[in-house]
């Protein structure tokens, strides 16, 4: 793959490169009604998302940083964007172009005032990994093989300018009013600010693996402060499989079960127990070693939840609350899903639309046990998705509901829902978590 000798990190060059790839969806466009005379309208609309797919991927993939951490956000979208920007983006998980050698020479002079040959024993000139955020180099110290996260240059200064940039997209694309709408965009610059903090990520790394690690069938690496700063993260190798790898492969159900139950613990137990959760949860994020265990590789974000909110979001999973009218329309208040000013009409359409959302979303929490395999659930999370993103009834509403919160909680939960499916968990015992609090 080709290598980065710099990645451009002024606003007026990173503007321009987005600049660029409008040009080219306009000439796709131009393509799509051209391609409507000589072939049916799915056809031309499928080569279409494909070519803008590829033409806004190839930019953000050169842009890193927060830009290309967007589309790594939409590709756990599955039932919102279309098949061609999901498989696209998603590669912005673990396969984008990594930086050049002398890049990341530089990097570890400015940080640790020498070259990383002189830190390791054997470090790898070119990287096993490279995502959005950071690349991974392998390398060896007395013995123990190492996994080296190195932060791309200009990420951490660039992502407000980004988030100005790709702000009218998401807005567009989700239905997003400008009124009310910088808490929630406040809520992500905030996160990815805090993702481009190693030493903050180290922290965390530390501590929740400490917490976690009695959970069966789960592992960590091993941290090493010393060999670790704002920019750059040390710590052991782990050998597994990717988790895409592993879910694509001919597994026993029983493989699988265990598989997507430890992951299912690990999440519910954050959320419950220690009050904060890893909120990326994608595949690119997890391994599963050759004894079918689960291998945690990355905590870059992580969501605190307050009890202010944690409390009316999970009453609301419970079903005898949904059912009571008093008690879920005084937790949609809480929640700030409904507005003191709202009409009529609009608390009678908001209701309805999150009891549906609620009573499908929470499904699995008021059973004793799962079936993530089910197509059935998850072809009604696409519908019901589908059919409000086409109804006229929202012209005209507020449509910016609920708490910033909402936005890395959801996301924790979409990941969680679709990696639970493609491992194709059946058995999985919701409340299992219990039996691991201390």
């Given amino acids: 793959m080709k290598t980065l000798n710099k990645i451009p990190t002024g606003k007026i060059e990173r503007t321009g490169s987005l600049l660029k790839a409008g040009a080219k969806i306009g000439v796709n466009y131009i393509k799509y009604y051209g391609n409507k005379i000589t072939k049916?309208?799915?056809?031309?609309?499928?080569?279409?998302?494909?070519?803008?797919?590829?033409?806004?991927?190839?930019?953000?993939?050169?842009?890193?940083?927060?830009?290309?951490?967007?589309?790594?956000?939409?590709?756990?979208?599955?039932?919102?964007?279309?098949?061609?920007?999901?498989?696209?983006?998603?590669?912005?998980?673990?396969?984008?172009?990594?930086?050049?050698?002398?890049?990341?020479?530089?990097?570890?002079?400015?940080?640790?005032?020498?070259?990383?040959?002189?830190?390791?024993?054997?470090?790898?000139?070119?990287?096993?990994?490279?995502?959005?955020?950071?690349?991974?180099?392998?390398?060896?110290?007395?013995?123990?093989?190492?996994?080296?996260?190195?932060?791309?240059?200009?990420?951490?200064?660039?992502?407000?300018?980004?988030?100005?940039?790709?702000?009218?997209?998401?807005?567009?694309?989700?239905?997003?009013?400008?009124?009310?709408?910088?808490?929630?965009?406040?809520?992500?610059?905030?996160?990815?600010?805090?993702?481009?903090?190693?030493?903050?990520?180290?922290?965390?790394?530390?501590?929740?693996?400490?917490?976690?690690?009695?959970?069966?069938?789960?592992?960590?690496?091993?941290?090493?402060?010393?060999?670790?700063?704002?920019?750059?993260?040390?710590?052991?190798?782990?050998?597994?499989?990717?988790?895409?790898?592993?879910?694509?492969?001919?597994?026993?159900?029983?493989?699988?079960?265990?598989?997507?139950?430890?992951?299912?613990?690990?999440?519910?137990?954050?959320?419950?127990?220690?009050?904060?959760?890893?909120?990326?949860?994608?595949?690119?994020?997890?391994?599963v070693s050759e004894n079918n265990e689960l291998l945690v590789i990355d905590f870059g974000c992580i969501k605190e939840i307050p009890n202010e909110f944690y409390t009316p979001y999970f009453e609301l999973a419970k079903m005898e609350n949904l059912k009571n009218p008093e008690t879920f329309k005084l937790k949609l208040y809480q929640l700030e899903i409904l507005r003191h000013d709202d009409t009529r009409e609009e608390q009678e359409f908001f209701s309805k639309l999150f009891y549906e959302l609620l009573e499908l979303f929470t499904r699995p929490f008021n059973l004793e046990v799962f079936d993530f395999s089910d197509e059935g659930f998850f072809q009604e999370i696409a519908d019901l998705g589908q059919r409000y993103a086409k109804l006229n009834d929202m012209k005209g509403m507020n449509v910016n509901r609920g708490s910033k919160h909402f936005i890395y909680l959801n996301r924790t939960f979409f990941g969680l829902y679709n990696m639970m499916h493609d491992v194709r968990a059946k058995d999985i015992k919701i409340n299992n978590y219990k039996n691991f609090i201390p």
């Avoid at 998302?49 to 890193?64: C, G, M, Q, R, V």
């Avoid at 589309?71 to 919102?80: C, G, V």
């Avoid at 992500?188 to 030493?199: A, P, Q």
């Avoid at 710590?235 to 699988?256: A, C, I, P, V, Y």
């Fill in 40 to 287: 049916d309208e799915e056809q031309a609309r499928q080569i279409l998302n494909e070519e803008n797919a590829t033409d806004i991927y190839d930019s953000l993939k050169e842009l890193k940083g927060s830009a290309l951490k967007v589309a790594q956000m939409l590709s756990m979208e599955k039932n919102i964007l279309p098949q061609a920007y999901v498989e696209k983006f998603s590669l912005s998980q673990f396969s984008v172009p990594p930086l050049s050698g002398a890049l990341v020479k530089k990097t570890f002079r400015k940080y640790f005032g020498k070259n990383p040959e002189a830190m390791f024993d054997e470090f790898s000139q070119e990287s096993v990994n490279a995502a959005s955020i950071g690349q991974v180099h392998k390398a060896k110290k007395d013995g123990h093989d190492l996994a080296v996260k190195i932060q791309y240059p200009g990420v951490r200064e660039s992502i407000s300018s980004d988030l100005k940039m790709v702000k009218p997209i998401a807005m567009k694309m989700f239905n997003i009013q400008k009124e009310g709408s910088e808490s929630y965009f406040q809520e992500v610059e905030s996160k990815l600010f805090e993702e481009t903090d190693y030493n903050l990520e180290l922290k965390r790394s530390q501590q929740i693996s400490k917490e976690c690690s009695h959970l069966p069938n789960l592992r960590f690496p091993t941290y090493y402060p010393d060999l670790s700063c704002e920019k750059i993260i040390t710590m052991d190798w782990m050998n597994g499989k990717h988790f895409s790898e592993f879910t694509k492969q001919n597994n026993s159900q029983d493989n699988l079960d265990t598989i997507g139950q430890t992951l299912w613990d690990f999440y519910i137990y954050q959320m419950h127990v220690l009050k904060q959760v890893h909120a990326d949860p994608h595949p690119g994020n997890f391994l």
